[in-house]
């Protein structure tokens, strides 16, 4: 989607530090770091948020839930992570490309 910051991400038109990668799914740091590790994982293909997705996306959710421990895991999140994804305008959605924060690293607030 032409404008899409994370789709110019996922084509290799914007710079972004890449820590995984597939056919179907990027993960990359945040350039704005809330914890010691910060990572965004993202569908290559753009979905807007959650509200969008259809049952045909289900094998593609299914995958990237699978590939956010192993994420974390490269990451050395050993010891946990959290996960969070923003929808919407009353989530504080900020890009319009769902993605999921895998937050992390010291000690996180509590929620
Ligand atoms: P949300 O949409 O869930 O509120 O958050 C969007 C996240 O994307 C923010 O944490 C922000 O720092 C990050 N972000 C926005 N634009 C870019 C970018 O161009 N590159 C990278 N690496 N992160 C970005
Ligand atoms: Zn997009």
Redesign the pocket.
């Known amino acids: 989607m032409s404008g899409c ?1 994370f789709c110019r ?1 996922a084509a290799g038109e ?1 710079n ?2 890449v820590v995984y990668e597939d056919d179907q799914l990027l993960a ?5 770091p ?1 914890a010691p590790v ?1 990572i ?1 994982v993202i569908p290559k293909r753009h979905i807007a948020n959650l509200y969008e997705l259809t049952d045909d996306d289900a094998d593609l959710m299914a995958h990237i839930m699978l590939s956010i421990p192993k994420v974390a895991a490269q990451a050395g999140l050993q010891s946990g992570f959290r996960t ?3 929808t919407g305008s009353g989530g ?4 319009y490309h769902m ?1 999921f ?1 895998i937050l992390g690293g010291g000690k996180l607030p509590a929620m």
């Open positions: 910051i991400i914007v972004a530090t990359f740091k945040d350039h704005a809330k910060h965004l969070i994804t923003n504080r959605q900020e890009v993605h924060h």
